[in-house]
């Protein structure tokens, strides 16, 4: 896509709409699946990682606040950019980015170089995931919503269950330069199925009436709205700041948790919160289209309340995969039914903007969130950031309750 954005840019998605499982919605699953696997391969070693070079949990917490501030940062960039030049270009400039700052993570024997690597490594993750979700925008039917999202979710969830146990392996018989380079293969397997997602051709050979998800990059005789966020996504937004507030402590800080407790064989809380979210998301996705949304959110995230209320006590490993159960089948249900409802209440034409908006606040959620729990577990332990995460969880819920929920005129 070049100068001659002058023109329409269409999606050519009538055809998509008739099934859920086409091709470049499979490919996207696929892209999200690998990419999420070195994501999260980095997220298990990084923090252990660190300890190695005399940093502390502070420094871990500045770690993932280094990378979700840079995400954020770029984030309004990115959404304009899918919304004008094209969904695929922005993703595959994503997953250069991550890659090149990934491979350098094989020479990083400080922390101002980690920082700085990080930093890098987010403008790339703010690509590929707005991208991305914007690309699922598009290509899912209206009416099977919350199921695409869900199995979208999925795919990720598949690469957390395998991603720990990978990584501490690669570093277990081969050391930290292994993982990482392993990463960085990951990130360049996903850069090549990113190719095949090509839905989108010039309005010229579309009917000049689109289909739902065609969109209009540029408007004839109409004035583009460029702002960076996307009014629709607000109410839905405040529910996932206080959600990726929370659940920032389980993704940045589970190995040392499981360290400080003594437990062993933490890389199980991930296996079984992968089994949990894959069994349930089959589930509950058809179940928030055909129901509505209320009806699945409000019991999830009351378990994902005992999530934390079971951490807090939590000091073997039976715990702990109870905690994983709760953590599965409650946030791995409400982030893909915010995700949706993003994308049910923005207009088509800011589906860019919505997501960019969307992943920002769980830049922010993530940020914040990782940094305020790691300064308190060096502080305090982990039983007062679980307790505090609990607040936070509560929070979302009188959020979504009070703030959300008439918004989407459904009854409970």
């Excluded at 590929?128 to 199921?147: M, Q, R, W």
Aim: hydrophobic share 55%; with cysteine; glycine share 8%.
């Amino acid at each position: 896509m070049n100068s001659e954005m002058s023109e329409e840019i269409g999606l050519n998605s009538s055809a998509l709409q008739l099934n859920l499982w086409n091709i470049h919605y499979v490919c996207t699953l696929i892209v999200n699946f690998i990419i999420n696997l070195a994501s999260i391969l980095l997220m298990t070693l990084l923090p252990l990682f660190t300890l190695t070079i005399g940093c502390n949990n502070t420094m871990v917490g500045l770690l993932t606040l280094i990378l979700t501030a840079s995400s954020l940062l770029f984030r309004p960039l990115f959404g304009n950019l899918i919304d004008t030049k094209g969904r695929r270009v922005v993703l595959i400039i994503g997953l250069c980015i991550f890659a090149t700052a990934t491979i350098f993570l094989i020479f990083s024997p400080n922390i101002v170089l980690l920082l700085l690597l990080r930093f890098f490594q987010g403008i790339g993750l703010s690509g590929y995931s707005t991208a991305l979700g914007t690309i699922l925008s598009d290509i899912v039917p209206s009416e099977k919503l919350s199921e695409g999202v869900g199995y979208f979710g999925i795919s990720a969830t598949i690469a957390m269950a395998v991603a720990p146990a990978l990584g501490l392996h690669f570093n277990d018989k081969f050391g930290y330069p292994a993982a990482f380079a392993a990463a960085f293969g990951f990130v360049l397997l996903s850069l090549g199925v990113a190719f095949f997602i090509s839905y989108e051709s010039r309005a010229s050979i579309l009917p000049k009436k689109h289909s739902r998800n065609s969109i209009s990059v540029t408007s004839v005789g109409k004035e583009k709205d460029k702002s960076f966020i996307e009014i629709s996504a607000i109410k839905t937004c405040v529910v996932v700041v206080f959600t990726s507030f929370a659940v920032s402590s389980v993704f940045s800080f589970m190995p040392l948790f499981a360290k400080e407790r003594g437990i062993n064989n933490i890389g199980l809380f991930f296996a079984v919160y992968a089994a949990s979210v894959i069994v349930t998301r089959f589930l509950t996705g058809r179940a928030a289209d055909q129901y509505g949304y209320s009806k699945v959110f409000v019991p999830a995230i009351i378990i994902t309340l005992l999530l934390f209320i079971t951490l807090i006590f939590a000091h073997t490993l039976p715990m702990v995969l109870l905690a994983a159960v709760f953590y599965g089948v409650g946030y791995g249900t409400v982030q893909p039914i915010l995700n949706a409802i993003v994308i049910k209440l923005s207009p088509p034409e800011r589906r860019g903007a919505a997501t960019a908006t969307y992943y920002a606040t769980l830049d922010i959620g993530f940020g914040i969130g990782s940094f305020v729990w790691g300064a308190i577990s060096q502080a305090a332990g982990f039983g007062a950031v679980f307790l505090g995460c609990a607040l936070s969880i509560a929070l979302a819920l009188s959020a979504y309750w009070y703030i959300l929920h008439p918004s989407l005129k459904e009854s409970v």
